[in-house]
């Protein structure tokens, strides 16, 4: 059944583009009353710019930087596809029977890079865990087939040589915030088809779920206003689909929202602020992956937009979102 305890905040890697102060409040100030006001002060520092072909090498200069602890590692890919870059952390080496937490980054499918935040790197060290990012290729020049093959050849990886990572491959998770929430999605969908790996627990971050928010279907009133809009989304997914986002040609079986077979799928975080472009399609995911049977904790958080824990982390609510989640893994992996 579906957990939901509405609460103020959450976590995630989500890339951002920031540029000159109060142009995300001074684009709608009537949208400012909704807006947590601990968060407002934040928000000011931030632009929301329209994800296009014209600003995106501007979105991909912000990369991530890797510092230890952190490390790069190449790891094979599948069959006919190149290796996969992934960034990990290892919060006990030589620890055995521990669980392991493969995520994805956030940048609208088109940017980002990989990236272990603070507090996931904090909960490793406390419980033990394996974390690995993974830097799959990016739409358009990549395209759907491509990164879900990225990050199933990590997720393969972890479960293939568990035995030498000291991973118990009963407590592997996947996880994403934004865009990699998406591909988390896709990724726990298709490692069930396939039957190859198990997956103990999905944790999705605001993901990034439906092709047809703001393009066959009008985004809700005073969602999308800030961060990401659905010009963006409309972007993103045409990028990643190769065919217009919301259209008839889209394959239905790629879209996670667009599932209706999510029986058997493990257990699942699902987290979306009340001002974020994803709010009625992660709550139309939870309700449809209970419906299916797959326990799920749905956070609906007030006055939160898109990416709002990263922005905003210091936030009362931010804290205690972040905190519900990773509860919620620690429940899940031990």
Known sequence: MVSRRDVLGGIGTAVLLSSAPGRALGARPDLLTLVDPEMRPALAERETIEYSAATLPNARRQKAKIEAPL??????????????????????????????????????????????????????????????????????????????????????????????????????????????????????LAARDRGEVAVAYQALIYPMLDDRTGSSRPARPGT?????????????????????????????????????????????????????????????????????????DLAVVPGAFHAFDGIAGEARAARAFTARYMNDLALALG
Do not use: C
Not at 106 to 124: E, M
Not at 133 to 140: E, M, Q, T, V, W
Not at 238 to 253: D, I, K, Q
């Open 71 to 188: 490390v790069e590692r190449m790891l094979p890919g599948l069959p006919g596809q190149p290796p996969v870059r992934t960034v990990q952390y290892d919060g006990a080496p030589g620890r055995r029977g521990r669980a392991a937490l493969v995520w994805m980054h956030g940048g609208g499918y088109v940017s980002g890079a990989a990236g272990i935040s603070n507090p996931l790197r904090k909960i490793a060290t406390d419980k033990g865990w394996l974390v690995v990012s993974i830097d799959y290729r990016l739409a358009p020049e990549t395209r759907i087939a491509g990164s879900l093959a990225d990050n199933y050849a990590a997720l393969r990886w972890v479960h293939d040589h568990a035995d030498s990572l000291g991973v118990d491959r009963r407590r592997i998770a996947i996880g994403g915030a934004s865009a990699g929430g998406g591909h988390a999605a896709m990724l726990a």
């Open 224 to 296: 999308g206003d800030f961060i990401w809009t659905a010009a963006s989304n409309r972007f993103g997914w045409t990028s990643l689909l190769g065919v217009p986002a919301g259209g008839e040609r889209v394959t239905p079986r790629i879209v996670p929202a667009r599932r209706s077979d999510l029986a058997g799928l493990p257990p699942t975080f699902i987290g979306v602020g009340t001002l974020d472009l994803f709010l009625d399609e992660d709550i139309a995911y939870a309700g449809a992956l209970a419906a299916a049977g797959v326990t799920v």
